[in-house]
Every structure is written in structure tokens, then in C-alpha cells.
């Protein structure tokens, strides 16, 4: 089954910074999802990237997938307190009807 | 407004009591899932469903058990809670399969079984 490996797990951020999350599959990735989860509450889709060297922005979150499509990672420009919360990966395997979520990435803003 | 609803938001129960968590969207989607989260492993999924009276396994189905009668609704249903079934539930949906981009979650319902 594919799995989905998110790096790092947690991440401290001063207000103002730049930050990057990855995504690392252990198979080719047929479509790659970014979901963002405030905490304890349930998921929100960010953006989702199918091509291999595909680039999607929105607002100042950039994603990325690699071109071999097993890589994926999602970068915030000028961290703000809104940003804060869990990152999720979702991989579709092309194979069968479900995703596959990597394990999460905990994103604090600092002041 | 298009939403998916699940109740109870909020449930603690004891070993054995049998319980349904109920999931329902009003946006016509043919496909319906249910997560658990728990801490360090992220969501898993338990089962889902292609359309009325489809449904199939995920990751993790053991102890669980799932209904697609209507459209709209597809609750889980625990037999016999055990305290390893404490975790956080999301229902989900979207129009079909090929379009997870769109797939709206629930608020989830936090279990607790002791």
C-alpha cells in the first residue's frame, strides 16, 4: 500500500517567515492533495497537483510536485498566525478508490 | 449551505455499548468515507462508499461497520466499542472518486471510549 511520509512533524515558525513542509511517497503519486486541519476540527483542501513539475499558488502557499511524482511540498511565504494549524498530505494511487494521508505536519506562528 | 453534518460532535461511552455516529451531506455526492485520526498516525481511513449500498474497506475496518441505504447518509456503526477505538472521526464526501479536490469533511466527533 503506498505511504506517505511528511517532514517534519511539527514546525515553530517567527511571524514573518518563510517555511517549507514535504510530502515523500513511497510510490508514483497519480494526484497529490494538500489539506490544512485548525486544530481538532475537520479538513479544508488547499490545492491538489497531478503533473509532474506541476506549481499551484494561492494566496502565499505555493505547492509543488516533482517531476518523477513522488515528492511533493508546500511552501508559505510571510507566515502569518492564520496559517497556523496541521497540514495534511492525501495521495491518490490511481490504483483503488481512496487516499492515503501522510501523517501530518503541526505548524505553530510564533509572535 | 453545502455541508456534511455528523452526530454526535461529542461522545464518551464504556466498553461494549453499542453506538452509531451519524454522517449526512446535502450536496447529491456519490462518494462518502470515514476517518479516524489518532495522534502519530495521522487519518486512516476506515471505510467508504462509491454510492447506495457500495461500500467497501479502507485501512483500518476492523471493529467497524458502515451503511449506504440513502445518498446522503452513511453512518458507522460500532458494535462493541473497545478503548482502542478512542479517536477523532471524520465523515467526508465528494461527487465521485475522481474529484477528492472537492471533498468536503465533516467537524468530526471526538470519542471516547472507557
Known amino acids: 500500500s503506498q505511504e506517505l511520509e511528511q517532514s517534519p512533524q511539527s514546525l515553530i515558525v517567527q511571524e514573518g517567515k518563510n517555511l517549507t513542509i514535504n510530502c515523500t511517497s513511497s510510490?508514483?503519486?497519480?494526484?497529490l492533495y494538500w489539506y490544512k486541519q485548525k486544530y481538532g476540527e475537520g479538513l479544508i483542501f488547499l490545492m491538489m497537483?497531478?503533473?509532474?513539475?506541476e506549481e499551484k499558488s494561492h494566496e502565499k502557499i505555493t505547492a509543488k510536485l516533482d517531476e518523477k511524482k513522488q515528492q511533493s511540498s508546500l511552501h508559505i511565504t510571510a507566515s502569518q498566525p492564520s496559517h497556523a494549524g496541521i497540514y495534511l498530505c492525501g495521495a491518490d494511487s490511481g490504483r483503488n478508490e481512496k487516499l492515503t494521508f501522510g501523517t501530518g505536519t503541526r505548524l505553530t506562528i510564533i509572535p | 449551505e453545502a455541508q456534511v453534518t455528523q452526530n454526535p460532535r461529542y461522545l464518551i461511552t464504556v466498553t461494549g455499548k453499542k453506538l452509531t455516529v451519524t454522517c449526512s451531506q446535502n450536496?447529491?455526492?456519490?462518494?462518502m468515507s470515514w476517518y479516524r485520526q489518532d495522534p502519530g498516525l495521522g487519518l486512516r481511513q476506515i471505510y467508504y462508499s462509491m454510492n447506495v449500498e457500495v461500500t467497501d474497506k479502507g485501512d483500518v475496518p476492523e471493529g467497524y461497520k458502515v451503511s449506504r441505504k440513502e445518498k446522503r447518509n452513511f453512518p458507522l456503526i460500532l458494535e462493541s466499542p473497545s478503548p482502542n477505538q478512542t479517536s477523532l472521526y471524520f465523515c467526508?464526501?465528494?461527487?465521485?472518486?475522481?474529484?477528492?479536490?472537492?471533498?468536503?469533511f465533516g467537524p468530526g466527533t471526538r470519542l471516547t471510549v472507557l
Open positions: 467526508a464526501s465528494s461527487l465521485s472518486r475522481t474529484y477528492f479536490n472537492e471533498q468536503f
Open positions: 450536496m447529491n455526492h456519490e462518494y
Open positions: 510510490k508514483t503519486l497519480y494526484g
Open positions: 497537483l497531478q503533473k509532474g513539475g
